[in-house]
């Protein structure tokens, strides 16, 4: 019996040896763990959800950034292009003065027309179009009024007369076109 009081004494040393006082039940331990896991999870979701964020970002960045590049692409060569427009704007009254003050030298005004329809094809070749004005109701979009006439015969609000021809690239204006329109 003795050695059963022992043994008994023993083993519930070794219990109290096992969780000491100083140290936390197993019902205590296991709800820190529990709360550190829901920390941890909660955690983890945050960095999740800046995670996906950061690549949505990221791809949104990537499609801008491509259709700027498109953009910069497609109406890169604007400036250049509104220079040659003063080229073209050259050739449009040489021809006009020419037929107005040489109207019998015939070959030369047609080399000039010849010089002007090559222009405007190489220009068409950049998605280059005229706008056309003449005789078209005024639109502020397409066209820039320099004055207003009242003209017989002519609707209110219509173009007159080209004064400077305009021009489009792709679907945005190059260039307005300058015209006269009945008032």
């Known amino acids: 019996m003795d050695d059963e009081r022992k043994n008994s004494q023993e083993s519930g040393s070794e ?3 096992q969780y000491p006082a100083s140290q936390e039940s197993p019902q205590e331990e296991s709800r820190e763990t529990v709360d550190d896991l829901a920390e941890l999870k909660a955690q983890v979701e945050e960095y999740r959800d800046k995670h996906l964020r950061a690549l949505a970002e990221m791809d949104n960045m990537r499609k801008r950034l491509a259709r700027e590049r498109q953009e910069i692409v497609k109406f890169g060569t604007e400036k250049l ?3 040659f427009l003063l080229v073209y704007d050259a050739i ?12 019998e030298d015939e070959q030369f005004i047609e ?6 329809k090559l222009f405007l094809e190489t220009l068409k070749k950049y998605q280059v179009e005229p706008i056309q004005a003449q005789n078209m109701p005024f639109d502020p979009n397409y066209h820039d009024a320099l004055m207003q006439v009242n003209k017989e015969g002519v609707e209110k609000g219509m173009i007159v007369d080209e004064v400077e021809r305009g021009f489009m690239i792709h679907d945005r204006v190059l260039r307005p076109a ?3 329109v009945s008032g």
């Open 15 to 17: 219990m109290t040896d």
């Open 81 to 83: 292009l509104k220079d």
């Open 92 to 103: 449009h009254k040489s021809i006009d003065t020419a037929s107005e003050l040489h109207p």
């Open 111 to 116: 080399g000039l027309r010849m010089t002007e």
């Open 178 to 180: 300058k015209v006269t």
